[in-house]
């Protein structure tokens, strides 16, 4: 049978607390058996230092102990009087009972009588011996585990007081009022784990409810939804998981942005050189347009322009794929963009925009790269300033070195770069202005290639 996750997380709380209030119980019970053992001890030998000083005034008043060997009641009036204040004092003797136990043998029935009213079982468990250690009092069969202790008059000792231990609470007092908190505790212990049930039912709802929040939100993005979003804090770690789904399904939802722009700009950049070339042949096959050496040249330019523009998105899709190769070797990083600068120098020339270069010469500037890709980074980035600087600018590249650090600065004329397309200018098919011409503006994938090659 299938469990969702709720009941799965309410029986987890429920047993948990379950085990922790049984526990508790446990471990209250042992604590408070041992506890009230050792209360009753402590009254007890109290109880037991009062008789011994009773015991001793009483014989020094009689000179021995026959006023107790037939005499229970007398012996059950000492064993009273050491009774502690706060607990209950044992009913009176009637007289005929007490005449009775006068007369009686010390285990007649008034005695055991006057033993079921006590309201503790100490008295059942006091022996008195003589000097000779002879019982006058107490149970037929004992065994005292410690030696009795001597009672004394004038410094010579006139008999022996004992106390044989408790196996267990006997007193119906006792026992009762030991019921009565093993069944509080038990009823609080039922009250806690119906209160921890009560609270795991709302709590395993919320926990779940997000979760399934979650799990269909999921389902939405899978299904193409990337707009779907969770609601989420910072407080836990499944409001850390909603901010991160969220994170995600922006991420996917710009992707495919990013996708359908990038489709319509590809489309739109390759049909334009195909829609001039197809003008133009047109136009040679009509003889609308004579065929001369001009008219071939602007096809050649055309189709050099649509060949540098599939190139760029060969070279694009090879590093989406990680496949663009690199021939890493020591090279001079001076020498390498000089390299890159002598062709331009003329068509910066043309233009009218001052090109200076400061690159050192007395030392070099080693590298561990691929020459060919560092020239094709160069001479993009040389071309970019070639199409969008101003004529009467200028371009200066510099190279310098710092702390075993080489750094290039390209630094050109106006127009610069509004801050709010800073971000932006790395994008593939982005322009600063789209409505510059495409064939001396580019397809703007030369600086989304130096970003790839660096």
């Given at each position: 049978?299938?469990?969702?996750?709720?009941?799965?997380?309410f029986?987890?709380?429920?047993?948990?607390?379950?085990?922790?209030?049984?526990?508790?119980?446990?471990?209250?019970?042992?604590?408070?058996?041992?506890g009230?053992?050792?209360?009753?001890?402590?009254?007890?030998?109290?109880?037991l230092?009062?008789?011994?000083?009773?015991?001793?005034?009483?014989?020094?008043?009689?000179?021995?102990?026959?006023?107790?060997?037939?005499?229970?009641a007398?012996?059950?009036?000492?064993?009273?009087?050491?009774?502690?204040?706060?607990?209950?004092?044992?009913?009176?003797?009637?007289?005929?009972?007490?005449?009775?136990?006068?007369?009686?043998?010390?285990?007649?029935?008034?005695?055991?009588?006057i033993?079921?009213?006590s309201?503790?079982?100490?008295?059942?468990?006091?022996?008195?011996?003589?000097?000779?250690q002879?019982?006058?009092?107490?149970?037929?069969?004992?065994?005292?585990?410690?030696a009795?202790?001597?009672?004394?008059?004038?410094?010579v000792?006139?008999g022996?007081?004992?106390?044989l231990?408790?196996?267990?609470?006997?007193?119906?007092?006792q026992?009762?009022?030991?019921?009565?908190?093993?069944?509080?505790?038990?009823?609080?212990a039922?009250?806690?784990a119906?209160?921890a049930?009560?609270?795991?039912?709302?709590?395993?709802?919320?926990?779940?409810?997000?979760?399934?929040?979650?799990?269909?939100?999921?389902?939405?993005?899978?299904?193409?939804q990337?707009?779907?979003?969770?609601?989420?804090?910072?407080?836990?770690?499944?409001?850390?998981?909603?901010?991160?789904?969220?994170?995600?399904?922006q991420?996917?939802?710009?992707?495919?942005?990013?996708?359908?722009?990038?489709?319509?700009?590809i489309?739109?950049?390759?049909r334009?050189?195909?829609?001039?070339?197809?003008?133009?042949?047109?136009?040679l096959?009509?003889?609308?347009?004579?065929?001369s050496?001009?008219?071939?040249?602007?096809?050649?330019?055309?189709?050099?322009?649509?060949?540098?523009?599939?190139?760029?998105?060969y070279?694009?899709?090879?590093?989406?794929?990680?496949?663009?190769?690199?021939?890493?070797?020591?090279?001079d990083l001076?020498?390498t963009?000089?390299?890159?600068?002598?062709?331009?120098r003329?068509?910066?020339?043309?233009?009218?925009?001052?090109?200076?270069c400061?690159?050192?010469?007395?030392?070099?500037?080693?590298?561990?790269a691929?020459?060919?890709?560092?020239?094709?980074?160069?001479s993009n980035?040389?071309?970019?300033?070639?199409?969008?600087?101003?004529?009467?600018?200028?371009?200066?590249v510099?190279?310098?070195?710092?702390?075993?650090?080489?750094?290039i600065?390209?630094?050109?004329?106006a127009?610069?770069?509004?801050?709010?397309?800073?971000?932006?200018?790395?994008?593939?098919?982005?322009?600063?202005?789209?409505?510059r011409?495409?064939?001396?503006?580019?397809?703007?994938?030369?600086?989304?290639?130096?970003?790839?090659?660096?």
């Amino acid at each position: 049978m299938k469990i969702s996750i709720k009941y799965r997380l309410f029986l987890a709380f429920l047993l948990a607390t379950c085990t922790l209030v049984g526990c508790m119980f446990l471990v209250m019970q042992i604590s408070f058996n041992r506890g009230f053992l050792h209360y009753i001890n402590n009254i007890e030998q109290a109880r037991l230092v009062q008789l011994s000083d009773n015991l001793q005034t009483a014989y020094s008043s009689h000179g021995s102990w026959e006023f107790l060997r037939d005499n229970p009641a007398a012996w059950f009036r000492l064993l009273a009087d050491t009774l502690p204040e706060d607990l209950p004092r044992p009913r009176p003797l009637r007289k005929r009972d007490e005449r009775l136990a006068k007369d009686a043998a010390p285990d007649a029935w008034p005695l055991r009588r006057i033993m079921r009213q006590s309201p503790h079982q100490f008295e059942r468990r006091v022996v008195l011996l003589d000097t000779d250690q002879e019982q006058i009092f107490g149970p037929r069969r004992y065994r005292l585990n410690t030696a009795p202790k001597p009672l004394t008059v004038g410094g010579v000792t006139i008999g022996y007081l004992g106390l044989l231990p408790p196996k267990n609470i006997v007193n119906p007092q006792q026992q009762q009022f030991v019921q009565k908190q093993r069944r509080s505790f038990a009823v609080i212990a039922l009250i806690m784990a119906a209160v921890a049930a009560l609270f795991s039912i709302p709590l395993a709802q919320r926990l779940v409810r997000r979760i399934t929040n979650l799990a269909a939100a999921t389902h939405l993005l899978t299904a193409g939804q990337y707009d779907t979003r969770v609601s989420a804090g910072t407080s836990d770690e499944l409001d850390q998981l909603a901010q991160d789904f969220n994170s995600l399904a922006q991420t996917l939802e710009k992707n495919q942005q990013l996708r359908r722009q990038w489709v319509a700009d590809i489309s739109h950049e390759l049909r334009t050189p195909l829609a001039v070339l197809r003008g133009e042949i047109e136009a040679l096959q009509d003889g609308v347009r004579p065929q001369s050496p001009q008219s071939l040249t602007m096809l050649h330019d055309e189709v050099m322009h649509l060949n540098r523009l599939v190139e760029d998105l060969y070279q694009l899709s090879l590093a989406d794929i990680n496949a663009l190769s690199y021939r890493k070797e020591p090279t001079d990083l001076g020498e390498t963009l000089r390299q890159a600068i002598e062709p331009f120098r003329g068509e910066f020339a043309d233009r009218g925009i001052q090109l200076t270069c400061t690159i050192p010469t007395d030392v070099p500037l080693p590298i561990l790269a691929d020459s060919r890709r560092l020239h094709q980074l160069f001479s993009n980035l040389l071309e970019n300033s070639l199409r969008y600087t101003e004529e009467g600018g200028k371009l200066q590249v510099r190279a310098t070195q710092n702390a075993g650090r080489t750094a290039i600065h390209f630094e050109d004329t106006a127009p610069g770069v509004p801050k709010d397309k800073m971000e932006c200018l790395f994008d593939r098919l982005f322009r600063v202005e789209n409505s510059r011409s495409r064939r001396t503006g580019g397809a703007g994938l030369g600086l989304a290639l130096c970003k790839t090659i660096v």
